[in-house]
């Protein structure tokens, strides 16, 4: 059994695997007009409600920061492969394949936001690799604010060789580097795509970067040299986004 907290990451669960839901303890001190609608769409879901105390719902998830909503779910069934999510994406006509490498992400907050923008920006999968980054957790699916149970997060044993067998089934593979002489905006990011960003200031590794057909840096003109990688996530993401709009006019 697993635990989902805050209003987001719970309302979509609700939406999306409403039998995965096996009871939702909410905080019994509140009766504000937000916490009133949630237990009315949770009860329409036929979900159990549990009223409980603020160190209740902080013991059950391990953070203060529930916002009153403590949801036990049972794992929902995905994707069993990356293979998989990218056949399905052929046969269906989605467009060209999108997708966001993420090289030596640890932190769950920038996980959880990545995983938010690449669902805003219609990204078929976040890939991450098994050694070196975080999986999905808690902490995670409350920053997603929904979106770690509709994007796809594969964790893979070798991320070298997953970007080769991407590349094999024609995927560009375009990494993020300070270093790189060309711009963001100068990339053709309009076809099949994987994009590769690393932890923000390390960076990707030098053997991902090996693997990557090119490099391109984001422009910076103020004082930081770098930004958060879920930023600069949603900054590749939605200019290729973009560009595939305007191909498509």
Avoid: W
């Amino acid at each position: 059994m697993n635990t989902l907290f805050g209003f987001h990451a719970v309302t979509v669960r609700l939406k999306t695997a409403p039998r995965s839901v096996s009871e939702i303890h909410v905080d019994a001190s509140r009766r504000d007009p937000r916490m009133r609608a949630f237990v009315q769409r949770a009860q329409q879901a036929g979900a159990k409600i549990v009223e409980s105390d603020d160190a209740q719902l902080a013991r059950l998830c391990g953070s203060p920061r529930h916002q009153g909503v403590v949801a036990r779910v049972t794992p929902v069934e995905r994707s069993h492969s990356l293979d998989d999510t990218l056949d399905a994406v052929d046969a269906a006509g989605r467009g060209p394949a999108l997708l966001l490498v993420l090289d030596g992400v640890t932190d769950p907050h920038n996980l959880g936001a990545c995983l938010r923008v690449a669902d805003g920006a219609g990204a078929h999968a976040v890939v991450a690799p098994k050694d070196h980054a975080v999986g999905l957790n808690a902490t995670v699916a409350k920053v997603a604010s929904g979106a770690a149970d509709s994007v796809p997060y594969f964790m893979v044993t070798n991320l070298a060789r997953t970007l080769e067998e991407l590349k094999e089934r024609d995927i560009r593979v375009v990494g993020t580097s300070d270093d790189a002489p060309d711009s963001l905006y100068d990339a053709d990011l309009s076809g099949p795509l994987a994009l590769v960003l690393g932890a923000e200031g390390k960076g990707m590794r030098q053997l991902t970067a090996r693997h990557c057909d090119a490099l391109v840096h984001l422009p910076m003109r103020g004082a930081v040299e770098s930004l958060n990688v879920s930023v600069a996530s949603g900054i590749c993401l939605y200019e290729a986004l973009r560009q595939r709009d305007h191909a498509q006019r």
